[in-house]
């Protein structure tokens, strides 16, 4: 686990993001808490529609519209961005604090060569001259592992490979040395040597760079190889905080045991996965007792009672009245699964 400071670069306290769209209003984030300090990596991770990328734009302050941050604070390095005007947050962006988006094609300009596209983020935030916006670009390219840098730089992004283009999107969010990245499914849309090759380069990034990083993916393997910590979203709220080894052999939380359960074995290759019966909440009309309660194999009847996100000891959090009265999934049967057809 990388060492980090005692006082957090990031402090995210009981963020909640709505959606008022026509047939109602959708609460896509309720209540999320967490801390992040530097040199530290959290993985946040849940099932598509659990809230992770609502967050990461909730934090960025790019939550689209009809979407709006409707309480909490975010602070970074001690300012609450949410005290912030258009002008001063556009320039905390990209500079303080930066993200890598899932689809670099989307991501960046196809009409723009790659070094006029990686000097405008850095000039944008008045870094200093042409002349060191492009060895500033030159140098950033070089870390990334871009061959060739100079002559590169005048490439057009469909000239260059997937990998490469997330190299490149990697690249455009370090480029001011920020505090803060946030890292949106970085790896989606590449194959798995690319993906190592990717995460391995974010690692060794942030720590030189002393960096934080915040992770967001539905890949559990990533998370086993990149982050210190994980909070596991689901239906808009955190349901458990770990640091990564203790989450991996430990779960405290039933869809976590759940989520790890459905992932394939190398011991098992023919073995049929356990899968996760139902479906996520309405959260239009969200539940008012646990999220997880209707594809829940562990449920009581205190479950009609919506839990709190409490603190279990050694750094560990999960919003379960089960877990908390002490209880573990990591050895429980996996066919309880609802919904797991057995031979």
Known sequence: MAETSPEPILRVHDLSTRFFATFGVVHAVDGVSFDLHPRETLGIVGESGSGKSVTALSILRLVPSPGRVVSGTVELAGQNLFDLDAEAMRRVRGNTMSTVFQNPMTALNPALRIGWQLDEAFLAHDRGTKEEARDKTIETLQAVGIPDALERAESYPHEYSGGMRQRIVIAMGMVNNPQLLIADEPTTA???????????????????HDMALILITHNMGVVANMCDRVAVMYAGEIVEEAPVDDLFEDPRHPYTWALLA????????DARLPAIAGFPPDMVD??????????????EEICADHPELVELGEGRKSRCWVAQRGET????DVSLLRGEVLE
């Open 190 to 208: 590449l194959d798995v040597t690319i993906q190592a090759q990717v995460m391995e380069l974010m690692k060794r990034l942030i720590d030189e």
């Open 262 to 269: 459905s992932l394939p074995s190398i011991e098992d290759v």
């Open 286 to 299: 969200k539940p008012t007792g646990c999220r997880f309660l209707e594809r829940c194999p562990f449920a």
């Open 329 to 332: 999934f990591a050895e429980r």
